[in-house]
Every structure is written in structure tokens, then in C-alpha cells.
């Protein structure tokens, strides 16, 4: 059986790498520095190789899980290698790349790809979890989509081809979702600790509102799904809102008025047609 080697044993190479072991591939690993390519192996019962043309040898595939700006560098090593290339298949990883990246590989007759998991990777453990609900992206040249779409059929994770040209957007896109949610929690904990409530407390009784409006936009979109005083057009409410932060922590006023502004948006697409009470809001929420 063809082994699956993958470069850059950290937090989403090693889950994936565990992920095809679990789902019966022979994995190898190499990462620069080789304790994290022998950890990965001995966790996912896989090999582990000690270099880049070792790896060529045993692998007809090979992922590159490395940071982006690695990228080009091994695709360095991998030509410095001197191996036949052609038929092999070469992915990375990254969501922001497109398989252009790997374009000198594709002049020795490899097939390429960027095949990209929406998810986020803190480790291992979590991570292969993780992959098993995970939405992969896929772009690269005919051969590769195919043979790649199909190992996502058999992992059976759902996918969606796109194209080159997409991929910044789409990554723009996947990171504001994951990475902006997150600092407007902690703008949220920032609101609560002005408030006076501690920040465990915060943490804990936001949570399951936190999940309530994930699960809000999963079942009726973002238009349908949206609830709160900006939707009902409660504009005293949000005059509230202002005027305490006004008073508390005034460096915190632009932010709140800039997600306001959007949550608007949101609201006057769908839910809140009065056009007094947009007009309002719009007023009340303007720099
Ligand atoms: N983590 C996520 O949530 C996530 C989600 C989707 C996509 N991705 C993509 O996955 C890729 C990896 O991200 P990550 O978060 O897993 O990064 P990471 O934890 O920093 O892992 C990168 C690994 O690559 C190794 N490495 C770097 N340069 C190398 C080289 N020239 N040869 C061999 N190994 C090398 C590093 O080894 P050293 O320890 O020796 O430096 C490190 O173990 C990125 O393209 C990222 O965009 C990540």
C-alpha cells in the first residue's frame, strides 16, 4: 500500500498524519527537527524518516503540513533530492497557498494540490477529533483533485473544489469566521470585566450563549438567525449600551459601535425593516 509521508510534524501534520493512520494508510513522517517526526510516528504507529530523500523513496504522496512561509523551502529540498518526480503526488496544506506554490515540483511531472481542512489545530489529541466533522478544500491540478477527492471520500470528509484564485478570499473568509469570533468574545470578557463580573464566571455563563448563536446561524443562516436589541430595533437599549461604556471604559466605545454597525447590516438584510428604527440605530452608531 502506498505510503502517505507527510513534512512538518506540528499540530495539524501530526493530526492528520494520526487521522489516515486511523483510517487504515501507512504514514511517514519528517519534520526539521526530528523529535516531533518521531513523536507523530510512534502516535500514529507510523515511520519516521530522517530525511527529505528517504521520504521520496518511501512515498508516492507527500503533504507538506509546514508554516506557510516554509513552503517554498521544501519544495527546495524536495527538487535538491534529485528523485524522479513524476506521478508523485505533492499537497500542502495551507489555507492561504494555492498549489501555484508548488508549481516547480509540477515542471518534474508531479501532480499537485493545496488541500485545506476549515478547522483549527491547537493539538493532536483534539485535532484528530477534530478532522472527523472537518469541510476540506481542494484545488490543484486534475489528477491530484481526483486522487485526493477520493481519499476524502474514503475518510469520508465533505469537501468543495476550488480554484487558485479563490484561495486568498476563502482564506480571508475561514480566518475572520474562526480568529475574528474570537477576539469578539474577548471584547465581550473585556465588557464583563468593566462590568465587575470575574472573568471565570464571564467565561462560563458566556459560553452557552456563545454556542446558542453558533447553532443559531448553523439551523437559520445569519440573516434569520440573528436575535438581540439591534434586530428588534430596541435603539434605547443600544443608547444604554453606549452611554455605559461611555462612562466605564471609553476606549472600549469604537469597537463596540463597529460591531454594532455590522450587526446592523446583518439586521436591516432581513429582520428589521422599519426604516425609522435603522435610520436610528445608524445615527446613534456613527463614529
Ligand atoms: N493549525 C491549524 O489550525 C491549521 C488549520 C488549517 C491549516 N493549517 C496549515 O497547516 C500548516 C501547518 O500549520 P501548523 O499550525 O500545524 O504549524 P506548526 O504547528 O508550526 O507546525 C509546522 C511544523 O513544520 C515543521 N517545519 C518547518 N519548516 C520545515 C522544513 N523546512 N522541513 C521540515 N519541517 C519543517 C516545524 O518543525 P520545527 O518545530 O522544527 O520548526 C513544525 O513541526 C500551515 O500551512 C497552516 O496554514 C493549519
Redesign the pocket.
Given at each position: 500500500m502506498n505510503v502517505i509521508g507527510i513534512?512538518?510534524?506540528?499540530?495539524?501534520?501530526t493530526s492528520f498524519g494520526v487521522y489516515l493512520a486511523r483510517h487504515g494508510y501507512k504514514v511517514a513522517f519528517?519534520?526539521?527537527?526530528g523529535q516531533?517526526a518521531k513523536a507523530a510516528a510512534e502516535l500514529a504507529g507510523g515511520i519516521m524518516v530522517e530525511t527529505v530523500e528517504d521520504l521520496l523513496h518511501t512515498c508516492d504522496w507527500i503533504g507538506i503540513?509546514?508554516?506557510?512561509d516554509?513552503?517554498g523551502?521544501?519544495v527546495l529540498?524536495l527538487l535538491e533530492a534529485r528523485a524522479d518526480l513524476e506521478g508523485k503526488l505533492f499537497f500542502?496544506?495551507?489555507?492561504?497557498?494555492s498549489s501555484d506554490r508548488l508549481k516547480e515540483l509540477a515542471k518534474e511531472g508531479a501532480e499537485t494540490a493545496s488541500l485545506?481542512?476549515?478547522?483549527?489545530?491547537?493539538d493532536p489529541q483534539t485535532g484528530v477529533e477534530l478532522l472527523s466533522s472537518a469541510y476540506f478544500s481542494l484545488e490543484g491540478t486534475e489528477q491530484a483533485k481526483k486522487w485526493l477527492g477520493e481519499m476524502l471520500a474514503n475518510l469520508k470528509n465533505p469537501f468543495f473544489v476550488i480554484t487558485a484564485a479563490q484561495k486568498s478570499l476563502y482564506h480571508a473568509a475561514a480566518s475572520i469566521v474562526s480568529n475574528a469570533l474570537v477576539s469578539v468574545v474577548d471584547y465581550g470578557f473585556l465588557l464583563m470585566e468593566t462590568a465587575g463580573i470575574d472573568e471565570e464566571t464571564a467565561r462560563r455563563a458566556l459560553m452557552p450563549l456563545i454556542e446558542g448563536s453558533v447553532r443559531n446561524v448553523r439551523d437559520r443562516g445569519t440573516v434569520e438567525g440573528l436575535t438581540g436589541p439591534i434586530v428588534r430595533g430596541d435603539f434605547g437599549t443600544i443608547e444604554g449600551h453606549i452611554n455605559a461604556i461611555h462612562a466605564k471604559a471609553p476606549e472600549l466605545l469604537d469597537e463596540y459601535k463597529q460591531l454594532a454597525r455590522m450587526t446592523l447590516k446583518t439586521a436591516a438584510r432581513g429582520q428589521l425593516k422599519d426604516d425609522y428604527k435603522v435610520q436610528t440605530l445608524t445615527r446613534l452608531l456613527k463614529d
Open positions: 513534512i512538518g510534524a506540528g499540530k495539524l501534520g519528517f519534520n526539521r527537527t516531533k503540513a509546514t508554516g506557510d516554509q513552503v523551502e521544501v529540498n500542502h496544506m495551507s489555507g492561504a497557498l485545506h481542512p476549515l478547522q483549527s489545530f491547537s
